[in-house]
């Protein structure tokens, strides 16, 4: 699997639970994987029931066989005092130019410089080796902003590049873009199984294509239990009603009667579900990508979640033939 | 500011025809839509919320609404899913108002509809505020390019600025806005500012010196700090950005005070009377915490909120049967030793399974019970079902047929997993209203299916407005 893993999706899909779970997946068995979010949310604290993460690569999780997750919230603001004292030591005139507004300016109101700002800062931890020459980390994870601007997010190097044609700005961002569009970056795109997500979803992998960027998986999330089938629910509305309320007074349960219509109503409305999620399924299969499935989690999401998440991407092959790569 | 109180008010006492929710633990007051809806004097309603909560189609539902009880209504969309767009009516939606054919019904008003287009709009403000020689040098700068094709904000401040002119052409009754997808729903509160207070800053006009010298007179004139700053951008961003920072900067020169003008005319407009908040969240934690978020910076913002639009909330009808009881009654029947497990069409069957259905065996969405396709050999008795004894002879565990054990603890299971997301929603709602105890709320029955057309819009907007989901949820 590619080194640097970044993960976007429709608002409301949840990418953040599946960055999570799939850092925590390739973490599985002595690996060590760096979890990143760009977006100032403290969804990863959150998700981990952990306090807000600092700028700073932080130990957060322990997977399955002693890996280690590690997690860090990159601030635009502190990437770039970080990277002007790097390269021209200035020290407190950082803080004078953080005074002045230029700062500011130049990451929240230049166009792109935040994004290559974010990226550069993940495509630094991706390369980072230790002195043996290993990789500090087996992979990075990165929950990324959402599928409608995922595309413009990573690409704005290029934007960029063209715009400061000269300068360390300009190489920085030509440097991330070398790795953006690498074997070694995949970008997934989780969605539901509902019409607006799987639209949104074959939009985004159209716009990631054009730009040349590397397409991963399509993550199919909070997949639910398949636990009637339709001939069964057929039946149950052709009139056995009178047998089903029998058997829900064998079953122990009191005042069957009433019940009855509206279990069977409900599965109807399950039924018409599962049709418009077998629709969905046949948009995402003309797409043609492989792709992961995840159960929906019905008592909400917690660290016991995520943990069940991780297996499940174990199960689909996640974080094995490493380097072989499997799909993305 | 009496009025404002007097609107919100209104739209948590008028809403006694809700569910009861007296029952429940912490009950919220109930949010009536309609009466905001009709209050002539609301005439903006702002719809905010995180992203994937249905935003945009609570805007386009409410504008439908409205417009059949007799406004004159625009709803402002920023990123519409094109299916949305075209439920409306209108296949691609752009940055003019354009009239929403099909509203229907006695005295039904009209609905105007109109996606963002941020370019446009900052190029129409480049060319209203200034001349053409001018203008043109604005538009041509590579940086203008740029920043007016979105860096984070752009869409903010120019949904923010499209609302202002909305507004002051005085046309429509009612102004339903829907707000970008942004980071965190309270980008498009201070991306305005932002914008505002950077054209307005320090760091402008130290950019501009140079430029208004014309180039001419060089570093020396400017002070320590100024050359520093140029120089360290210059080497980071390259000299050619900032001379188009410069060159930017300098043509927008007479239209700063306009911007800071405008950005803070419109943070006023949000304040005022006529203006009402609706919040957007699925019962979900993420989207209800960024919910308490905004109720809060409403409040710290002296920005009128008329309540909690609570979208996709599940109910039951069968909610007295909980989740344990449901599950243990399924084991029984599937314990018991009679279930028939030769048969090809059990209840209860693994995903794996699903492929192999033929695609005729799915009924028709909400065909089930009234008018199912097939014909069974109980057929006949479908309509007096409940009335009857089945017929002789039919066995339960009939080959070829799921049994009724099967099929009962297939329902049973279903309806379990119900109430484990009619529990799981009514928690975190819970601790919503123990944070806000004041804010109204409407619940959305959520539907099983996504909006394609004004009759789906119509479906959402009556839910709206009666805030009924089945009990259970309530």
């Not at chain 1, 300068?167 to 795109?189: C, D, F, W, Y």
């Not at chain 1, 792709?291 to 979640?305: F, H, R, T």
């Not at chain 2, 949000?270 to 699925?282: D, E, Y």
Request: charged residues 25%; hydrophobic residues 40%; aromatic residues 4%.
């Amino acid at each position: 699997m590619s080194r640097f893993q970044v993960v976007s999706g429709k608002g409301g899909t949840g990418k953040t639970t599946v960055a999570a779970a799939l850092a925590l997946a390739l973490a599985t068995e002595g690996k060590r994987t760096l979890l990143v979010e760009v977006e100032g949310r403290q969804g990863i604290a959150q998700l981990f029931e952990t306090e807000s993460l600092p700028y700073e690569e932080r130990k957060i999780a322990v997977a399955p066989g002693g890996g280690e997750v590690y997690a860090l919230a990159i601030d635009a603001e502190r990437a770039l005092l970080d990277y002007l004292q790097m390269f021209y030591k200035l020290g407190s005139a950082g803080r004078a130019l953080k005074k002045l507004g230029a700062i500011d300016f130049a990451t929240t109101i230049a166009p792109g410089v935040r994004d290559v700002l974010l990226t550069g800062k993940a495509c630094e931890a991706v390369r980072r080796k230790d002195k043996q020459n290993q990789y500090v980390y087996d992979y990075v994870i990165m929950d990324a902003p959402p599928t409608g601007r995922i595309t413009r997010f990573l690409n704005v190097n290029d934007e960029v590049a063209g715009l400061a044609r000269i300068g360390p700005i300009h190489n920085q961002a030509q440097a991330v873009m070398r790795v953006l569009k690498s074997p070694e970056t995949a970008v997934h795109l989780v969605t539901l199984l509902e019409e607006m997500p799987v639209q949104e979803t074959a939009d985004g992998i159209a716009e990631l294509r054009d730009a040349e960027l590397p397409v991963g998986r399509i993550i199919v999330n909070m997949v639910r239990p398949h636990l009637l089938d339709e001939d069964a629910l057929r039946t149950a509305a052709g009139g056995r009603r009178k047998e089903i309320a029998k058997a829900l007074t064998r079953a122990g349960v009191t005042g069957a009667a009433g019940l009855v219509r509206p279990l069977v109503e409900q599965a109807a409305e399950h039924a018409q579900r599962v049709e418009l999620e077998r629709e969905q399924r046949a948009v995402l299969a003309d797409l043609e990508l492989p792709g992961y499935e995840l159960p929906l989690i019905g008592e909400g999401m917690d660290p016991a979640g995520l943990y069940d998440l991780a297996t499940e991407f174990r199960k689909q092959g996640v974080g094995e033939g490493v380097g072989q790569g499997v799909g993305a | 500011m009496t009025q404002r109180t007097d609107a919100a008010t209104a739209a948590k006492t008028a809403a006694t025809s809700g569910p009861d929710t007296a029952g429940s633990p912490a009950s919220a007051p109930t949010l009536d839509t309609d009466a905001l809806l009709d209050d002539p004097d609301i005439r903006i309603v702002v719809c905010c919320g995180s992203g994937g909560v249905g935003k945009t189609t609570t805007a386009a539902a409410l504008g439908v609404r409205a417009a059949e009880r007799g406004r004159k209504v625009v709803v402002l969309t920023i990123d519409p899913a094109r299916r949305l767009a075209q439920s409306m009516g209108i296949d691609s939606l752009d940055n003019i108002p354009r009239r929403v054919p099909g509203i229907e019904g006695e005295g039904a008003g009209e609905l105007h509809a109109m996606m963002l287009d941020m370019k446009r709009t900052f190029d129409e403000i480049v060319e209203a505020h200034a001349d053409g020689e001018r203008a043109r040098a604005i538009l041509e700068n590579p940086f203008y390019q740029s920043l007016s094709a979105g860096f984070a904000g752009t869409q903010e401040y120019m949904a923010m600025e499209k609302l202002g002119q909305l507004r002051a052409r005085n046309e429509w009754d009612l102004i339903i806005v829907d707000t970008p997808p942004s980071r965190s729903a309270l980008d498009f509160l201070d991306a305005p500012k932002r914008l505002g207070s950077f054209l307005d800053g320090k760091f402008i006009k130290l950019l501009m010196a140079p430029a208004k010298m014309g180039g001419r007179a060089g570093m020396k004139f400017l002070n320590v700090g100024m050359s520093m700053m140029t120089g360290t951008l210059g080497k980071l961003l390259g000299g050619q950005f900032l001379r188009d920072v410069q060159t930017f900067v300098a043509a927008m020169d007479t239209m700063f005070g306009g911007f800071r003008t405008r950005a803070d005319a419109t943070y006023r407009l949000l304040q005022a009377p006529g203006t009402a908040f609706l919040v957007v969240a699925t019962p979900e934690q993420d989207a209800l915490r960024e919910a308490a978020y905004f109720v809060e910076r409403l409040a710290s913002e002296e920005m009128p909120l008329a309540g909690l639009v609570l979208n996709r909330v599940h109910g039951s009808d069968a909610a007295r049967l909980s989740a344990e009881q449901a599950l243990a009654a399924a084991e029984n029947l599937e314990g018991g030793g009679i279930v028939d497990q030769t048969t090809g069409k059990a209840g209860l069957r693994d995903p794996a399974d699903r492929s192999a259905d033929s695609p005729q065996a799915a009924p028709a969405p909400g065909s089930v019970p009234d008018t199912t396709p097939d014909a069974t050999p109980d057929n006949s008795e479908r309509e007096d079902a409940e009335d009857r004894e089945p017929t002789a002879g039919r066995a339960p565990d009939t080959p070829g047929t799921a049994s009724v054990e099967e099929l009962t603890a297939g329902l049973l299971r279903l309806h379990a997993e119900r109430m484990q997301v009619v529990a799981r929603e009514q928690r975190t709602r819970d601790r919503f209203t123990a944070l806000h105890p004041e804010v109204a709320v409407t619940e959305v029955a959520a539907l099983p299916g996504d909006v394609h057309d004004l009759e789906g819009l119509r479906a959402v907007g009556d839910r709206l407005a009666t805030g009924s989901v089945p009990a259970g949820a309530a």
